[in-house]
Nanobody, 117 residues
Framework: QVQLVESGGGLVQAGGSLRLSCAASGSIYSINAMGWYRQAPGKQRELVAGISRLGSTDYVDSVKGRFTISRDNSKNTVYLQMNSLKPEDTAVYYC???????????WGQGTQVTVSS
């Protein structure tokens, strides 16, 4: 099993920045993909950004150019740097990890990000 613990959420004004962190523990040798999902009230959960063990990244169109995902394998930690935040970025953000190509086998508890206008 893999445990994921997120930190770094909070309240920020539009145009501001936040950095989310997610520390993995447990059977981390089994992890390939890691990523961040978000779920806003009344909406489906969506994959915001993903990163492979070797560092290949992918982003949903709505955050390209504003969000950056990175990974420190020596610390078993994945980060999401969020810049130029918009009110529509408000959601609960979940860290996730996967044994193969999609990070959907293990989940964190979620952290709230609120962007005020």
């Amino acid at each position: 099993q893999v445990q994921l613990v997120e930190s770094g959420g909070g309240l920020v004004q539009a145009g501001g920045s936040l950095r989310l962190s997610c520390a993995a523990s447990g059977s981390i040798y089994s992890i390939n993909a890691m990523g961040w999902y978000r779920q806003a009230p009344g909406k489906q959960r969506e994959l915001v950004a993903g990163i492979s063990r070797l560092g290949s990244t992918d982003y949903v169109d709505s955050v390209k150019g504003r969000f950056t995902i990175s990974r420190d394998n020596s610390k078993n930690t994945v980060y999401l740097q969020m810049n130029s935040l918009k009110p529509e970025d408000t959601a609960v953000y979940y860290c996730a990890a996967g044994r193969r190509y999609v990070p959907n086998d293990y989940w964190g508890q979620g952290t709230q990000v609120t962007v005020s206008s």
